[in-house]
T-cell receptor, first 113, second 113 residues
């Protein structure tokens, strides 16, 4: 089944403890992206990647890192998480990021204490 | 920078009544606009895009460049339409920025039986 898979679904951590949220797609998509969803703020883009080894900042990149070493994987890294990064995170992918539809993962609910 | 405004956080309508979810954008050129929907416990998914001029699940949306709007409409609401709806915009002429999809804050539609 064609899909975007995120892990974990839920994560509780403490301030400063490095964590990684994984994202994988099996559709051979070139474009992948991370969003965070917060009440009253909607979806905001964190980082995106147009292809392997090509990444760029979205609207809210501070405190996050990404890497795209392989086409299928696009992990989101929080080197030193803080409580304001408590949010629902979505990974998405599409063929080339231009006008065709985005496929979303099921989300990762992160709580930073 | 482009901006997408969804003025209503919550919209409640009775089953069978017409629905209009508002979306206004600020952008000077010819944007590409989308509606995404998130049903309860499901992934965010594309509902429709203006370039396709399609009708999905009875919903339509017309791009009005004069009013810079892309309102989502359905003549007769159904209970299964209850969901979170996001309007999104892409600037196809901004080079690397063309890969960014800007979302509104979302409108929660509640259809009352």
């Amino acid at each position: 089944e064609a899909q975007v898979t995120q892990n974990p679904r839920y994560l509780i951590t403490v301030t400063g403890k490095k964590l990684t949220v994984t994202c994988s797609q099996n559709m051979n998509h070139e474009y992948m992206s991370w969003y965070r969803q917060d009440p009253g703020l909607g979806l905001r883009q964190i980082y995106y990647s147009m292809n392997v080894e090509v990444t760029d900042k979205g609207d809210v990149p501070e405190g996050y890192k990404v890497s795209r070493k392989e086409k299928r994987n696009f992990p989101l890294i929080l080197e030193s998480p803080s409580p304001n990064q408590t949010s629902l995170y979505f990974c998405a992918s599409s063929w080339n990021g231009l006008n065709e539809k985005l496929f979303f993962g099921s989300g990762t609910q992160l709580s930073v204490l | 920078a482009q901006r997408v405004t969804q003025p209503e956080k919550l919209l409640s309508v009775f089953k069978g009544a017409p629905v209009e979810l508002k979306c206004n954008y600020s952008y000077s050129g010819s944007p590409e606009l989308f509606w995404y929907v998130q049903y309860s416990r499901q992934r965010l998914q594309l509902l429709l895009r203006h370039i396709s001029r399609e009708s999905i699940k009875g919903f339509t949306a017309d791009l009005n460049k004069g009013e810079t709007s892309f309102h989502l409409k359905k003549p007769f609401a159904q209970e299964e339409d209850s969901a979170m709806y996001y309007c999104a915009l892409r600037d196809p002429y901004s080079g690397a920025g063309s890969y960014q999809l800007t979302f509104g804050k979302g409108t929660k539609l509640s259809v009352i039986p």
